[in-house]
T-cell receptor, first 113, second 118 residues
Framework: GEDVEQSLFLSVREGDSSVINCTYTDSSSTYLYWYKQEPGAGLQLLTYIFSNMDMKQDQRLTVLLNKKDKHLSLRIADTQTGDSAIYFCAERKRTGGSYIPTFGRGTSLIVHP | GAVVSQHPSWVICKSGTSVKIECRSLDFQATTMFWYRQFPKQSLMLMATSNEGSKATYEQGVEKDKFLINHASLTLSTLTVTSAHPEDSSFYIC??????????????FGPGTRLTVL
């Protein structure tokens, strides 16, 4: 299976909270990331969490990490239409001589009025 | 903030021709750049790691003779798709890592190039 798995779609109403879930495989990953991709654009790093943390909050974003279950989630409070995008979960992995993010397939977040 | 540009943003070409895609770091220097390929509804798949002044490191299953990578300066890497075929049609994204580094290995992504081979 995939190294990083996440559901493909999430639909929420404007103003509600969105929760995007992700599972990963490498328990030695030191960093886990959330990226946002708007239509036709590249990826933007939204936030990250270090593996020795359980939670990180950054304005409307809350990241929860359950290392035991290798589960990561991103909560967006007061979701706005501008939050509609694809959200990628990624774990830091060593490839060759570099550490790079290994991405999931992305979750398409659709925010409707 | 750090900006990475790609050119062109989209290209349509005939089967058998070669296409060059440029990736530039605009306000920082990047010793390492990465090339990804993204299929619809799929994850980004790393194709190769490009190091300034040396040969690129290709991921397993990526043909280095088909996807030529050149990283001639600290701000420019190019990907040339040689003898393109319809199955090469995809969204190609580059990213760059600031030479000054960071504890989180932050990469800055370009906006991507949509390649369509007829």
């Amino acid at each position: 299976g995939e190294d990083v798995e996440q559901s493909l779609f999430l639909s929420v109403r404007e103003g509600d909270s969105s929760v995007i879930n992700c599972t990963y495989t490498d328990s030695s990953s030191t960093y886990l990331y959330w990226y946002k991709q708007e239509p036709g654009a590249g990826l933007q790093l939204l936030t990250y969490i270090f593996s020795n943390m359980d939670m990180k909050q950054d304005q409307r974003l809350t990241v929860l990490l359950n290392k035991k279950d290798k589960h990561l989630s991103l909560r967006i409070a007061d979701t706005q239409t501008g939050d509609s995008a694809i959200y990628f979960c990624a774990e830091r992995k060593r490839t060759g001589g570099s550490y790079i993010p290994t991405f999931g397939r992305g979750t398409s977040l659709i925010v409707h009025p | 903030g750090a900006v990475v540009s790609q050119h062109p943003s989209w290209v349509i070409c005939k089967s058998g021709t070669s296409v060059k895609i440029e990736c530039r770091s605009l306000d920082f220097q990047a010793t390492t750049m990465f090339w990804y390929r993204q299929f619809p509804k799929q994850s980004l798949m790393l194709m190769a790691t490009s190091n300034e002044g040396s040969k690129a490191t290709y991921e397993q299953g990526v043909e280095k003779d088909k996807f030529l990578i050149n990283h001639a300066s600290l701000t420019l890497s190019t990907l040339t798709v040689t003898s393109a075929h319809p199955e090469d049609s995809s969204f190609y994204i580059c990213s760059a890592r600031d030479v000054r580094g960071s504890s989180t290995d932050t990469q800055y992504f370009g906006p991507g190039t949509r390649l369509t081979v007829l």
